[in-house]
């Protein structure tokens, strides 16, 4: 079994990182986090809290108004966007329609110059890992919202990413979707052993998943908590989801998550 | 006939297949039937009330009187298609081109926009004869007319395409280093193509109607001239039958137009774009 004790080699450091958009409020209130290498680790909180603009800090898609990221281990976001051990799965599946699930996922590796034949292996690698072998020449309109899903993710870890970052990947799923697609992350990500930042608005999913949470609040979105979920994996084998100690855990977070809420109109 | 096991097996898909193709069926024929009774009614009007050629020809006279003239006709329909197919070339070099300058810089745009909507929205037979006095070559004026009427379909739903790709697949692309270029061939270009095309269906209708009303502006006479020509010839000597039958090759010069752009848009966006998916049952 897994341990679940933090890795000593960060991956990634936030050293109080503020960002403010242009004439907005503050996105996001000097923030710091040292990750680790091989974390799974939750950004929960409710809408406006920052979670996501954290996560797009992370993948250098926005710059911090102030405050620095440090990549300890290696020079990962050097320049602007020119970032392929990193992985990034969006709130929509955000596949090309025009394109086949084969060449949705060969994406990152085309963009980096790989030709179609030499990338073929490492792409239907990447389809087996979420069990769409099949359906390599089919277009995204013909799949469900969980397979759509499903190529995303194996578009993002096509390139073998130390770092996975997702925004909210199954919130818009069914239950029953989203349990299996969690169930099929944290083997892949067990096995493959990279590291993910999941931004959530569920307590359940980040208790389930993530072996370190980070509560936000919002109205300016800052971290108020993190809480650490020492819990073996797999977890889906061990009737870990319907434990007392799962629920100890939901309670535990939804406490600090209810300090976020204080002052702050029920809207959702 | 031909059929796969699942429509043996199956009643429903059996149902829905003999569905689809009546209603495929439909499509063509239901058209046809209005037209064709139309021209019944028009023929058998025309018979009944034995109104004289001079004023409404039948039909069948319509089509006689056209393959009469066909020696003097079929030269100057060649020259109102190579007049149209040229002037909708250089809209879409044109309007792309343009569209293309006005995604890569928001101030090109903001600077000649205002220019394109002036082309626009002035009626073209108002400009036309100030470019036949400017210009020299009547031909050249002419299709600059007929491309004035065209390219700016093309133009802003070019420039609407280019700028409707999905925000966050912009994102995917910056954070894996793509280059402006693979960004614009594999991003951009796929997401302004729906729209490209559906300006090009506007645009092709409209250069013909360009060809046409330059055409009549400029009143030509003589061999090297089109079929609004031989419409404004005949109009003169009252020769009403030629007139229909140069006005049937217009019309018919238009429906193939859209047919062969409605086909072409089908061919390139069938198998990904809404517009073109048929919905299933």
Same mark, same amino acid.
């Given at each position: 079994?897994?341990?679940?004790?933090?890795?000593?080699?960060?991956?990634?450091?936030?050293?109080?990182?503020?960002k403010r958009?242009?004439?907005g409020?503050?996105?996001?209130q000097e923030?710091?986090?040292?990750?680790?290498?091989?974390d799974?680790?939750?950004f929960?909180?409710?809408? =406006?809290c920052?979670?996501s603009?954290?996560?797009?800090?992370?993948?250098?898609l926005?710059?911090?108004?102030a405050?620095a990221?440090?990549?300890?281990?290696a020079?990962?976001?050097?320049?602007?966007?020119?970032?392929r051990?990193?992985?990034?799965?969006?709130?929509e599946?955000?596949?090309?329609?025009?394109?086949?699930?084969?060449?949705?996922?060969?994406?990152?590796?085309?963009?980096? =110059?790989?030709?179609r034949?030499?990338?073929?292996?490492?792409?239907?690698?990447?389809l087996?890992m979420? =069990?769409?072998?099949k359906?390599a020449?089919?277009?995204?309109?013909?799949?469900s919202g969980?397979?759509?899903?499903?190529v995303?993710?194996?578009r993002?870890?096509?390139? +073998?990413?130390?770092l996975l970052?997702?925004?909210?990947?199954?919130?818009?799923?069914d239950?029953?979707?989203r349990?299996?697609?969690?169930?099929?992350?944290?083997?892949?990500w067990r096995?493959?052993?990279?590291?993910?930042?999941?931004?959530?608005?569920?307590?359940?999913?980040?208790?389930y998943?993530?072996?370190?949470?980070?509560v936000?609040?919002?109205r300016?979105?800052?971290?108020?908590?993190?809480?650490?979920?020492?819990?073996?994996?797999?977890? +889906?084998?061990?009737?870990?989801?319907?434990?007392s100690?799962?629920?100890? +855990?939901?309670?535990?977070?939804?406490?600090?998550? +209810?300090?976020?809420?204080?002052?702050?109109?029920?809207?959702? | 006939?031909t059929t796969?096991?699942?429509?043996?097996v199956?009643?429903?898909?059996?149902?829905?297949?003999r569905?689809?193709?009546?209603e495929?069926?439909g499509?063509?024929?239901?058209?046809?039937?209005?037209?064709g009774?139309?021209l019944l009614?028009?023929?058998?009007?025309?018979?009944v009330n034995?109104?004289?050629h001079?004023?409404?020809?039948?039909?069948s006279?319509?089509?006689?009187?056209l393959?009469?003239?066909?020696?003097n006709?079929?030269?100057?329909?060649w020259f109102?298609v190579?007049?149209?197919?040229?002037?909708?070339g250089?809209?879409?070099?044109? =309007?792309?081109?343009?569209?293309m300058?006005?995604?890569?810089?928001?101030?090109?745009?903001?600077a000649?926009?205002?220019i394109?909507?002036?082309?626009q929205?002035?009626?073209?037979?108002?400009?036309a004869?100030?470019?036949?006095?400017?210009?020299?070559?009547?031909?050249s004026a002419l299709?600059?007319?007929?491309?004035?009427?065209?390219f700016?379909?093309?133009?802003?739903?070019?420039?609407?395409g280019?700028k409707s790709?999905d925000?966050?697949l912009?994102?995917?692309?910056?954070?894996?280093?793509?280059?402006p270029?693979?960004?614009?061939?594999?991003?951009?270009?796929?997401?302004?193509?729906p729209?490209f095309?559906?300006g090009?269906?506007?645009?092709?209708?409209?250069?013909l109607?360009?060809a046409?009303?330059?055409?009549f502006?400029?009143?030509a006479?003589?061999?090297?001239?089109?079929?609004a020509?031989?419409?404004?010839?005949?109009?003169?000597?009252?020769?009403?039958p030629?007139?229909?039958?140069?006005?049937?090759?217009?019309?018919?010069?238009?429906?193939v137009?859209?047919?062969?752009?409605?086909?072409l848009?089908?061919?390139?966006?069938?198998?990904?774009?809404?517009?073109?998916?048929?919905r299933?049952?």
């Amino acid at each position: 079994m897994q341990s679940t004790e933090p890795s000593p080699a960060p991956l990634v450091m936030l050293e109080r990182v503020s960002k403010r958009f242009a004439n907005g409020p503050l996105a996001l209130q000097e923030m710091s986090l040292t990750i680790g290498a091989h974390d799974f680790v939750s950004f929960l909180g409710p809408s =406006g809290c920052g979670k996501s603009t954290a996560l797009r800090l992370i993948a250098g898609l926005t710059a911090p108004s102030a405050g620095a990221l440090r990549w300890p281990s290696a020079p990962m976001t050097e320049a602007k966007g020119t970032n392929r051990d990193l992985g990034f799965v969006f709130q929509e599946p955000t596949l090309m329609p025009w394109a086949t699930v084969f060449d949705n996922v060969w994406l990152p590796l085309r963009l980096a =110059g790989v030709a179609r034949d030499a990338a073929n292996g490492t792409v239907r690698e990447a389809l087996a890992m979420v =069990g769409l072998t099949k359906f390599a020449s089919v277009y995204p309109r013909e799949l469900s919202g969980g397979m759509k899903m499903r190529v995303s993710i194996a578009r993002a870890l096509v390139t +073998h990413p130390r770092l996975l970052l997702m925004d909210e990947p199954f919130a818009a799923l069914d239950e029953m979707t989203r349990t299996k697609l969690n169930n099929d992350l944290l083997s892949i990500w067990r096995e493959h052993r990279f590291t993910v930042i999941f931004v959530t608005h569920s307590v359940y999913e980040s208790v389930y998943l993530s072996n370190r949470i980070i509560v936000m609040a919002p109205r300016p979105g800052r971290v108020i908590d993190e809480i650490r979920i020492d819990e073996p994996y797999p977890r +889906h084998t061990s009737d870990f989801h319907v434990s007392s100690r799962y629920n100890d +855990h939901v309670k535990r977070v939804q406490r600090a998550l +209810h300090g976020t809420m204080i002052g702050v109109a029920v809207d959702h | 006939m031909t059929t796969d096991p699942d429509s043996l097996v199956n009643p429903a898909v059996q149902a829905l297949e003999r569905g689809r193709r009546r209603e495929a069926a439909g499509r063509v024929l239901l058209p046809l039937l209005v037209v064709g009774v139309l021209l019944l009614g028009w023929e058998a009007l025309v018979r009944v009330n034995g109104i004289p050629h001079y004023i409404l020809p039948a039909p069948s006279l319509v089509v006689q009187t056209l393959v009469k003239n066909w020696g003097n006709l079929a030269p100057s329909l060649w020259f109102t298609v190579k007049l149209t197919l040229m002037a909708l070339g250089a809209a879409v070099v044109g =309007g792309v081109l343009i569209a293309m300058a006005f995604a890569l810089s928001k101030w090109v745009e903001i600077a000649l926009f205002p220019i394109a909507v002036v082309l626009q929205v002035t009626p073209i037979v108002a400009i036309a004869p100030l470019i036949l006095i400017y210009v020299d070559s009547t031909a050249s004026a002419l299709l600059i007319c007929a491309w004035i009427v065209a390219f700016f379909p093309i133009l802003s739903n070019t420039v609407i395409g280019l700028k409707s790709a999905d925000s966050n697949l912009r994102d995917l692309y910056q954070l894996y280093g793509a280059t402006p270029w693979q960004c614009f061939r594999w991003l951009l270009v796929p997401s302004a193509l729906p729209y490209f095309l559906g300006g090009l269906k506007i645009a092709g209708g409209l250069s013909l109607i360009g060809a046409v009303v330059a055409e009549f502006t400029a009143g030509a006479a003589g061999r090297d001239t089109g079929l609004a020509s031989r419409i404004l010839e005949s109009s003169f000597r009252t020769e009403i039958p030629m007139m229909f039958a140069a006005l049937l090759l217009v019309s018919l010069l238009g429906i193939v137009i859209f047919i062969a752009f409605a086909a072409l848009a089908k061919l390139l966006l069938g198998h990904w774009h809404e517009s073109e998916l048929r919905r299933e049952l």
